[in-house]
């Protein structure tokens, strides 16, 4: 009888410590990724609902035609739209090769003051790709024109 209820004991033991590190693992997974996920908007979503200041966030759509200026050095402002709302950027670096107005693009950052305060920008990198988001965002606002073959 001792027995029995000593392997019961230990079963639970070993059920418990793998529920345990089970949880230790996940919690230390979050923690480890808090900086590796940055979530997707469109113009019209960061201006219907602004994110805060310390939020780092992607934002993709169309580079607004008329809207590059390069600044002093190598900051760049620009302004993206998705056809229903505009975001000013302002980037300090080298744009991708393939940047230009009223193409696709990806940027990372912050909003800050009403600006996107852009850390990397990423141009489509082929005639025919945009990132998906990009395409959803535009098909949600109407302006999305499907490539020519």
């Known amino acids: 009888m001792a027995l029995k209820s000593l392997k019961k004991q230990r079963r639970i033991q070993i059920v418990a410590l793998a529920a345990v590190a089970l949880v230790v ?89 009403g600006t996107f305060e852009a850390s990397e920008i990423l141009a489509k990198h082929d005639e025919t790709y945009m990132p998906k988001e990009v395409v959803d965002a535009l098909k949600e606002q109407g302006v999305y024109q499907e490539p020519e073959s």
Do not use: H, K, W
Request: a negative charge.
């Open 25 to 113: 693992s996940t919690v230390l997974i979050g923690y480890a990724m808090r900086d590796g996920i940055n979530f997707f908007r469109s113009p019209s979503q960061v201006v219907a609902e602004p994110p805060t200041e310390s939020e780092t966030f992607r934002i993709g759509g169309l580079v607004e035609e008329g809207s590059l200026v390069r600044g002093a050095g190598e900051q760049i402002r620009f302004r993206v739209t998705d056809g229903g709302a505009t975001v000013p950027v302002v980037y300090t670096g080298v744009l991708p090769d393939l940047f230009e107005e009223n193409q696709g693009m990806v940027g990372t950052g912050r909003y800050v003051n």
